[in-house]
């Protein structure tokens, strides 16, 4: 009943920039909070940042200040703008959005297909 459709990801060099985007889509209600994730070879999925409702964000350290996570409310869409990527980014990004359908009933995570991410030279 919900999706999330990824784009973006790919290969750059150590220092570039890249935008992913996802939107969600189907039966929604309101969405309380949106982010990344990303799952690196022999690493468990980690939190890369996230974005509330009220514009409360929470990011992984090792990203702050590079990583900056926006939302386009109209659009039911999340972006995250990675700025000097460096090679320990080379991972699996994923979206996840926290989504009630229909008011009054229960909040359900939907994740994205996932998107690679490779930062090599």
């Known amino acids: 009943q919900v999706q999330l459709v990824e784009s973006g990801g790919g290969l750059v060099h150590p220092g570039s920039s890249l935008t992913l985007s996802c939107a969600a889509s189907?039966?929604?209600?309101?969405?309380?909070?949106m982010g990344w994730y990303r799952q690196a070879p022999g690493k468990q999925r980690e939190l890369v940042t996230t974005?509330?409702?009220?514009?409360?964000?929470n990011s992984a350290d090792s990203v702050k200040g590079r990583f900056t996570i926006s939302t386009d409310n109209g659009n039911n869409t999340v972006y995250l703008q990675m700025n000097n990527l460096k090679p320990e980014d080379t991972a699996v990004y994923y979206c996840?959005?926290?989504?009630?359908?229909?008011?009054?009933?229960?909040?359900?995570?939907?994740w994205g297909q996932g998107t690679q991410v490779t930062v090599s030279s």
């Open positions: 996840n959005a926290a989504v009630e359908s229909y008011r009054g009933t229960s909040v359900h995570s939907y």
């Open positions: 189907g039966t929604i209600f309101k969405i309380y909070v």
């Open positions: 974005i509330t409702k009220g514009g409360r964000t």
